[in-house]
């Protein structure tokens, strides 16, 4: 079979994740099987419209990259080029459409294929230039697992792995000094982290953006299990959590430009230990996790993970097979349009995320994780 393509470029964008080393060596190791060139583009989008781009070497800069953290090409989470923000000479801004500008580096690289590794927001940027002629295949990474269309993102197993070890370590010193001990950890506007790690972790109380919580009804399993000879409760809670009749806990709001998720939460576990303290009495303290859970190196199930998705996506662009989202569901690799990830977010240049027009993966409530979750008798805050 001729190969479809013959030179290639990569770009990670959105957060750093474990894994996306993996997957580039994945892609640049599948190419040179098949003759295949591979460049990767600096810090992602911002690297595409600065035609910024460095080839990928197998004997040098692509060498050793399984078990590397981070991403060796850099990325960025604040630059869509569909609606980016640029400075005018009497020092004002206006948004500009750049996105011709890309399309142009992008043929006069001759580069034949993109490949976009990221988030939910990457791949509808992804899909955005779809439209405009460039040939994209989309790699889901981020350590939300919220990504339309795929059971698991690469970096994921990893962040779950890093925030148990974290209730782990947490669970020793509440029951050591009778304590409430909360757990805050990413996941955005999706409960898969806090919920599968707080499973793995035996956590008393789970608090994730699918279900509103109820703060009395965390009150009565503290209770509960003080009855029960108990003095500690082991509590997770996803960054996007709310209470009923409440919103998220919102850190910061940055002014990034249109067209992003300018939105940093954080702070809810915090909020929760306070309030859990004046209400029960007892000690309540709150651990952040924070970067830690994407840092790092990937466990063996990213490592493998990340190299099928690697894989498959060369072997797509190998047979033509463009503007698609490598997808891994019921423990098979697949390809989804990237057209059917975007949703009904139609719009160039739109944001991705907590919009209604988002088409981002959250956790069902007829889910495995929430029947073993009530079955265990495990607190979800309703």
Same mark, same amino acid.
């Given at each position: 079979?001729?190969?479809?393509?013959?030179?290639?470029?990569?770009?990670?964008?959105?957060?750093?994740?474990?894994? !996306?080393?993996?997957?580039?060596?994945?892609?640049?190791?599948?190419?040179?099987?098949?003759?295949?060139?591979?460049?990767?583009?600096?810090?992602?989008?911002?690297?595409?419209?600065?035609?910024?781009?460095v080839?990928?070497?197998?004997?040098?800069?692509?060498?050793? !990259?399984?078990?590397k953290?981070?991403?060796?090409?850099g990325?960025?989470?604040?630059?869509?080029?569909?609606?980016?923000?640029?400075?005018? #000479?009497?020092?004002?801004?206006?948004?500009?459409?750049?996105?011709?500008?890309?399309?142009?580096?992008?043929?006069?690289a001759?580069?034949?294929?993109?490949?976009? !590794?990221?988030?939910?927001?990457?791949q509808?940027?992804?899909?955005?230039?779809?439209?405009?002629?460039?040939k994209?295949?989309?790699? #889901?990474?981020?350590?939300?697992?919220?990504?339309?269309?795929?059971?698991?993102?690469?970096?994921?197993?990893?962040?779950?792995?890093?925030?148990?070890?974290?209730?782990d %370590?947490?669970?020793?010193?509440?029951?050591?000094?009778?304590?409430?001990?909360?757990?805050?950890?990413?996941?955005?506007?999706?409960?898969?982290?806090?919920?599968?790690?707080?499973?793995?972790?035996?956590?008393?109380?789970a608090?994730? #953006?699918?279900i509103?919580y109820?703060?009395?009804?965390?009150?009565?399993?503290?209770?509960?299990?003080?009855? %029960?000879?108990?003095?500690?409760?082991?509590?997770v809670?996803?960054?996007?959590?709310?209470?009923?009749?409440?919103t998220?806990?919102?850190?910061?709001?940055?002014?990034?430009?249109?067209?992003?998720?300018n939105?940093?939460?954080?702070?809810?576990?915090?909020?929760?230990?306070?309030?859990?303290?004046?209400?029960?009495?007892?000690?309540?303290r709150?651990?952040?996790?924070?970067?830690?859970?994407?840092?790092?190196?990937?466990?063996?199930?990213?490592?493998?993970?990340?190299?099928?998705?690697?894989? %498959?996506?060369m072997?797509?662009?190998?047979?033509g097979i463009?503007?698609?989202?490598?997808?891994?569901?019921?423990?098979?690799?697949g390809?989804?349009?990237?057209?059917?990830?975007?949703?009904?977010?139609?719009?160039?240049?739109?944001?991705?995320?907590?919009?209604?027009?988002?088409?981002?993966?959250?956790?069902?409530?007829?889910?495995?994780?929430?029947?073993?979750? %009530?079955?265990?008798?495990?607190? !979800?805050?309703?």
């Amino acid at each position: 079979m001729e190969p479809k393509v013959k030179k290639i470029a990569i770009l990670t964008n959105g957060g750093d994740a474990p894994g !996306l080393n993996a997957v580039i060596r994945a892609i640049v190791k599948t190419g040179r099987t098949y003759g295949v060139e591979s460049y990767g583009y600096i810090e992602g989008y911002k690297g595409l419209l600065n035609n910024n781009y460095v080839k990928l070497d197998l004997q040098s800069n692509a060498s050793g !990259l399984l078990t590397k953290g981070g991403t060796i090409i850099g990325t960025s989470n604040n630059t869509n080029v569909f609606h980016y923000k640029v400075e005018k #000479p009497d020092g004002t801004f206006e948004y500009q459409d750049l996105s011709d500008k890309c399309v142009q580096n992008i043929k006069d690289a001759g580069f034949d294929c993109i490949f976009t !590794l990221g988030g939910d927001g990457t791949q509808k940027s992804s899909r955005d230039f779809s439209l405009k002629g460039v040939k994209t295949i989309g790699v #889901p990474k981020t350590i939300d697992n919220d990504v339309a269309h795929t059971d698991m993102t690469f970096g994921y197993s990893t962040a779950v792995s890093i925030a148990t070890e974290a209730l782990d %370590r947490l669970h020793t010193t509440a029951e050591s000094h009778h304590r409430i001990m909360v757990l805050e950890v990413m996941g955005r506007y999706a409960g898969w982290l806090a919920l599968e790690s707080a499973i793995a972790g035996g956590a008393d109380v789970a608090l994730i #953006p699918e279900i509103p919580y109820d703060i009395n009804k965390v009150v009565e399993k503290i209770e509960e299990r003080r009855n %029960r000879g108990k003095e500690f409760t082991i509590i997770v809670a996803s960054e996007g959590a709310m209470p009923k009749d409440g919103t998220m806990t919102i850190k910061k709001t940055y002014n990034d430009g249109s067209g992003l998720d300018n939105v940093r939460l954080g702070g809810i576990g915090e909020k929760l230990a306070n309030e859990l303290e004046e209400l029960t009495g007892m000690v309540a303290r709150n651990t952040t996790l924070g970067y830690v859970q994407r840092g790092g190196t990937p466990c063996a199930y990213d490592r493998v993970l990340s190299t099928r998705y690697g894989t %498959r996506a060369m072997e797509l662009a190998l047979q033509g097979i463009f503007n698609v989202l490598v997808t891994f569901k019921d423990g098979k690799m697949g390809y989804v349009p990237i057209e059917e990830v975007v949703g009904e977010n139609k719009v160039i240049g739109a944001a991705s995320g907590n919009t209604k027009e988002s088409n981002i993966r959250k956790v069902p409530m007829d889910h495995d994780f929430i029947r073993i979750a %009530r079955d265990l008798g495990m607190c !979800l805050g309703d």
